[in-house]
């Protein structure tokens, strides 16, 4: 049920793009992604609906593939700044237990 | 103008004591979290409260305890501390029932000796 997120890890030179997938087993009403810098806590980023949605933040996107169950978060230019874990949460339904079942992590480095 | 906020920050204690953690968001948020974060940085959901009532209630032992007094306040107590409770515990608040974006307190960095 956990959702699995790849790649685990990536470095990166700033400036360069990375995409972090997110993929569950079974169907999705939302997925979720927050990003946790080193000894801080998890802050949101954005929130794709079923719906194929793409989203964006200034330089980070998100997409969301209902059929395939999956999203990915993609972050262009990147800049020092985006250091940090991203972590996919997922719903898969609407009801009032509002559980987000959560990915493991990407740990992204961003060097200059 | 903290919007999640928890206490203490860090707790060192020796294994088989009690200690509580407390939370308290000022976003009018009904809904509060308490998840742990382990050294390999899994979140793991504990419990979740809405408007004072238990919602989610995941396989915790037991010695963890959560109390809403309020839908603004949210506390963990936890009973005859054992090594493999050190983690960081964060409290997190939400309110959109469509969206559900969580507001995560700072976290409580608990080392059980």
């Known amino acids: 049920q956990q959702p699995v997120q790849s790649p685990q890890a990536v470095i990166l030179r700033e400036g360069e793009d990375a995409v972090i997938n997110c993929s569950s087993s079974?169907?999705?009403?939302?997925v979720h992604w927050y990003r946790q810098k080193h000894g801080e806590a998890p802050v949101f980023l954005m929130i794709?609906?079923?719906g194929g949605e793409q989203k964006g933040h200034e330089k980070i996107s998100a997409s969301f593939n209902e059929k395939k169950q999956q999203s990915s978060l993609y972050l262009t230019a990147s800049q020092l700044s985006y250091s940090g874990t991203y972590f996919c949460?997922?719903?898969?339904?609407?009801?009032?237990?509002?559980?987000?079942?959560w990915g493991l992590g990407t740990s992204l480095a961003v060097n200059p | 103008d903290t919007a999640v906020s928890q206490t203490p920050k860090y707790l060192v204690t020796q294994m088989g004591n009690d200690k509580s953690i407390k939370c308290e968001q000022n976003l009018g948020h009904d809904t509060m979290y308490w998840y742990k974060q382990d050294s390999k940085k899994f979140l793991k959901i504990m419990f979740s409260y809405n408007n004072k009532e238990l919602i989610i209630n995941e396989t915790v032992p037991n010695r963890f305890s959560p109390k809403s007094p309020d839908k603004a306040h949210l506390n963990l107590h936890i009973n005859s501390l054992e090594l493999g409770d050190s983690a960081v515990y964060f409290c997190a608040s939400s309110q959109d029932r469509v969206r559900e974006t969580q507001y995560f307190g700072p976290g409580t960095r608990l080392l059980v000796l």
């Open positions: 079974k169907a999705l009403y939302s």
């Open positions: 794709l609906l079923k």
């Open positions: 949460g997922t719903r898969i339904n609407a009801g009032n237990n509002r559980k987000l079942i």
